[in-house]
């Protein structure tokens, strides 16, 4: 069996060159060698950057979603890659066969469109949010899921040919979902592999200042582009609840409320609902789409 040529790209806003350097190194030290490596300095200049490493310096900050479809453009224009690995910039493998683990299960399934690490921090802990299921259950326990974690996960070149790239509308926040909505639709799958791991310091979610905004635009967003339309109220009014229940800020309810209704009455790109027999198959896989 011929190995998989895995591409990585590594996002960065320049202010953790020394973490970057260690994730560099432990790319460097996979069995499986990647054929290329693109970094990508989002608004930001690059520190310098090991040999064969391909530095690319924005001019402004596009976001998660834009950074990332600059680093799919340029690992295209390198060569024919079969694998996109994703990866923080403060992440590290702590382990030298991710990428050739990662290249077997591509291999043997081969309707695998994403495979999703494992976050852990330096004592090994998984913190709930990062973990891809509504019953968070053991970290440790793998499984085809619904989503998939943005700091460490691989994806499928030839599933990205198919359903197209990252969403750049969504600058940051769930551009996760929606990747993989699009990707459930086609019919392809999603695997949490607990065994990949990718260290990353403990972090909190709210540490962002436009996160309540980002978060509510652009799960209105969501809805809008990839819901049936009797699915959009339901949706939106479980979250809209769950919120209200969660937020212990009033200017975080402001900010969250600014961004539904920015998500409400501003275009989101193109509207392509999922299939019915995709909703099904979330909910068979425990997490139906209305929540």
Not at 264 to 280: D, H, L
């Amino acid at each position: 069996m011929r190995h998989l040529r895995v591409g990585v790209a590594i996002l960065t806003m320049g202010n953790r060159p020394a973490e970057l350097q260690a994730l560099l190194d432990s790319v460097a030290k996979q069995d499986l060698q990647p054929a290329h490596v693109v970094v990508i300095g989002n608004g930001s200049p690059l520190p310098p950057l090991p040999h064969g490493a391909l530095g690319v310096e924005l001019t402004d900050n596009l976001g998660v979603s834009g950074g990332r479809n600059v680093a799919l453009d340029e690992l295209r224009k390198l060569g024919d890659l079969d694998l996109v690995v994703d990866l923080d910039d403060d992440g590290l493998l702590i382990s030298n066969d991710v990428f050739s683990r990662l290249a077997e299960l591509h291999s043997s399934e081969p309707t695998l469109g994403i495979v999703s690490f494992r976050i852990a921090d330096e004592r090994g802990r998984t913190q709930r949010r990062h973990v891809p299921r509504l019953r968070v259950g053991d970290p440790a326990h793998g499984g085809l899921v619904t989503t998939f974690l943005g700091g460490g996960h691989s994806l499928s070149v030839p599933m990205l040919d198919r359903i197209g790239s990252w969403p750049e509308e969504f600058f940051y926040a769930h551009e996760e979902t929606d990747l993989a909505w699009r990707a459930l639709d086609d019919g392809w799958d999603i695997r949490y592999a607990p065994e990949l791991v990718l260290q990353h310091p403990y972090t909190s979610p709210t540490r962002h200042a436009v996160y309540h905004r980002m978060v509510a635009r652009n799960r209105v967003w969501l809805a809008k582009r990839h819901l049936p339309a009797v699915l959009v109220p339901v949706y939106l009014g479980v979250w809209a609840l769950l919120t209200a229940l969660r937020t212990r800020s009033l200017p975080g309810l402001r900010a969250w409320a600014a961004g539904f209704t920015e998500g409400v009455r501003t275009p989101c790109g193109r509207r392509r609902p999922m299939r019915w027999r995709t909703v099904w198959r979330m909910t068979r896989l425990g997490r139906p789409p209305v929540i």
